[in-house]
């Protein structure tokens, strides 16, 4: 039982070039997160799916697109990232929106 | 514009001694409030989840109140271990009808040395 596992854990991209973040939960859970971290922000979340086949934006959607490809996997694309970018993405699930959200161990982007 | 502010920022405490780390939240009303752990290139795991109607709730040397009524929630770490040295997020579920997000604030920095 793995949890919520991410792909890759570091990456560095130049400005322009895309990119796909891969998400995975083996707990058959419902809801799906994409958060970032920045240094003195806090979390903030980008995207969120509640149930697979819905997507929804959350505080910093510009940028970004998302990918619920079934029920265990969320994906996170940067078609033309930008430095503004660089940051660390943490995927999230849980049973249901309003349960407890466990979290992934992070995917280190660096955008040159 | 719901907002969960923590203080301090950053903590150095000796191993052993005792810590209250705080947080005001403006989120009203509210569903929950809970407090994570997250550890340096870790994600957060969670410490506690209070519901609006509970002061209380511990988790070993871990505990967390709840104050609803002047919107304050405070974490203490008993005895502390160089183990606790980690970033602790508070972070507070709107009470609202759809699928609104979590509220997080942006932690506290806690240093526990030898």
């Known amino acids: 039982n793995a949890g919520v596992t991410q792909t890759p854990k570091f990456q560095v991209l130049k400005t322009g070039q895309s990119m796909t973040l891969q998400c995975a939960q083996d707990?058959?859970?419902?809801?799906m997160y994409w958060y970032r971290q920045d240094p003195g922000m806090g979390l903030r979340l980008i995207y969120y799916?509640?149930?697979?086949?819905?997507?929804d934006k959350g505080e910093v959607p510009n940028g970004y697109n998302v990918s619920r490809l079934n029920k265990r996997e969320f994906s996170l694309r940067l078609e033309s990232a930008a430095p503004s970018q660089t940051s660390v993405y943490f995927c999230?699930?849980?049973?249901?929106?309003?349960?407890?959200?466990?979290f992934g161990p992070g995917t280190r982007l660096t955008v040159t | 514009k719901n907002q969960v502010e923590q203080s301090p920022q950053s903590l150095i405490i000796l191993e052993g001694k005792n810590c209250t780390l705080q947080?005001?939240?403006?989120?009203?009303?509210?569903?929950?409030l809970r407090w994570y752990k997250q550890d340096t290139g870790r994600g957060p795991v969670s410490l506690t989840i209070?519901?609006?109607?509970?002061n209380t709730k511990s988790n070993g040397r871990y505990t967390a109140t709840l104050d609803a009524d002047t919107k304050q929630s405070s974490l203490h770490i008993t005895a502390s271990q160089l183990s606790d040295s980690a970033s602790y997020i508070c972070?507070?579920?709107?009470?609202?009808?759809?699928?609104?997000?979590?509220?997080f604030g942006k932690g506290t920095r806690l240093s526990v040395i030898a």
């Open positions: 999230a699930s849980s049973e249901f929106v309003r349960e407890e959200q466990y």
């Open positions: 707990m058959n859970h419902n809801s």
């Open positions: 799916s509640a149930s697979e086949g819905t997507t």
């Open positions: 947080c005001n939240y403006t989120v009203s009303p509210f569903s929950n």
């Open positions: 209070m519901t609006f109607s509970e």
């Open positions: 972070v507070v579920r709107p009470l609202n009808s759809g699928n609104t997000p979590l509220v």
